[in-house]
């Protein structure tokens, strides 16, 4: 089964990444629940890209066990990912005594490996299943759990300041 729209979910996947990269570049205040919108808004579009994802290659292909374990691999990669990245980022107490956040030159790179081993894993996922839904259809999931993940780190630090 061949996925027609795959140019066009690229590009969105590309724009969506850019956007969530400069964001983290940006002086920002460290909110309570600001941190975690972003998250759980990617979170829904993965789980629903997931579902989609799984329905299609069920329709198509028996779902063996090594794309699910490749699946589960993947968002536990994510979530590794998001801790390291929380590392990188400068916290501190601003002149009015607000927490400010910042992404550094290593959080950027950590970001940009951590799209690749997605992509890397995506097509592993994609391959095993015989289509090129599933690995795909991950990356909001991906997303959600590395940048909430790397949210409530840095909140945490936020929080011991």
Sequence with gaps: MQNTNGGASLVIALVVVGLVVRQQLRTRPVRRNGSLIAPAVLGVLGASGIAFGIASVIKYHPLTMLPVVLLVASLAVAAVFGAVRAGT????????????????AATTGLWLASVGVHIGLGLWIDHAVGTGLLGTASLYAYLAIGLGTQNLLVRGRAVAL
Excluded: S
Aim: proline share 6%; hydrophobic share 30%; net charge positive.
């Design 89 to 104: 980022i400068r916290v501190w107490r601003g002149p009015q005594g607000e927490v400010l956040r910042k992404g550094t």
